[in-house]
């Protein structure tokens, strides 16, 4: 039996979000539906965590197990040749038995993306938070410095949620300007339910005047979600990669990653350049944790 992992890009502006639900469209059954038709058997992946509806990936990271022996690059291509435009897989791979998605994930990392311009373009609509004006870059890196490490995030979570613990760790967060856009990027052990779609929204305000960086830090310490900002909107808010450690590398040479000119490039592909370029612009929301900084990240829908 083999152990497939494939890293996914979508939009999720169509998608009821990543979990299965009757009647719903989201990715889970998409995904699943079309790996069933291509290997002629039942399948069931495992994904590392849940997106909300809207909310879209750049890296969401998911695993299963077949008999089939297609190799990783007959797969991948096949997959991107059923998939819808609104989805790709960027990379298959063979990886060892023990691999889990979900579980043996070390930390991940999001990002969320705030347009300030006075006009909002209606073919970004989907992809951003219009938020036209200004705001303090300076004085939400301040706030957000306070919310680095590990601490109690009930303030930020989502109401609803049943978790065995509250504490996460927040390993990198930067935030920077790039042309008429604002990046909030966050690396952590772990998310809890809307966990940076809330942080993003208490942010906001400093960056406006309306709080202080020291609000943010009173906010966190009260551990009270009604203490905190508005819950920012789906659309601005990205997977962008899971980390594993040494998990998750091939147990094989069966490995393939899409490249220009395949299928797949759709919607999550050539018109989403200006994402990764702000992305890797500088470096800036390219940290990567110590080898030694052992935690689970588990899923919390964002």
């Known amino acids: 039996m083999r152990n497939l992992k494939i890293i996914l890009a ?53 695993n299963f197990r077949t008999r089939s022996r297609i190799p990783a690059h007959g797969l991948l ?6 998939f819808p435009p609104d989805l790709s897989a960027r990379e298959v791979r063979e990886v060892s038995p023990d691999f889990h998605a979900r579980y043996l994930a070390i930390s991940k990392k999001y990002v969320y993306v705030v347009d300030i311009s006075t006009i909002p373009s209606p073919f970004l609509s989907r992809y951003v938070m219009n938020l036209p004006g200004g705001l303090d870059v300076q004085a939400m890196r301040q706030a957000a410095h306070a919310l680095k490490g590990q601490h ?27 042309g008429s856009r604002v990046f909030f990027c966050i690396r952590g052990s772990g998310f809890l339910r809307h966990m940076v779609r809330n942080i993003v929204g208490t942010l906001i305000p400093v960056g406006q005047a309306e709080m202080t960086p020291r609000d943010v830090e ?63 612009d500088e470096g800036r929301c390219a940290g990567r944790r110590s080898g030694d900084e052992a935690a689970s990240a588990d899923q919390g829908d964002q």
């Open 10 to 62: 979508y939009d999720g502006s169509n998608f009821h979000g990543w979990q299965f639900q009757t009647a719903m469209r989201t990715v889970q059954e998409t995904v699943e539906k079309s790996l069933q038709d291509i290997l002629g058997h039942e399948v069931r992946v495992t994904a590392s965590g849940r997106t909300d509806a809207g909310v879209h990936a750049l890296g969401q990271v998911i």
């Open 77 to 82: 291509r096949a997959l991107n040749t059923v």
């Open 152 to 178: 109690d995030f009930s303030s930020f979570m989502g109401a609803g949620s049943w978790v065995k613990t509250t504490v996460r760790e927040i390993f990198d967060f930067e935030i920077f300007g790039k």
């Open 218 to 280: 009173r906010i966190l310490g009260l551990r009270d979600r009604t203490q905190a900002g508005p819950t920012a909107p789906p659309q601005g808010l990205y997977l962008v990669e899971v980390e594993y450690g040494g998990h998750g590398k091939s147990s094989d040479t069966d490995t393939h990653r899409r490249q220009e000119g395949e299928p797949g490039t759709g919607a999550t592909g050539e018109n989403k350049k200006w994402l990764e370029e702000g992305l890797n």
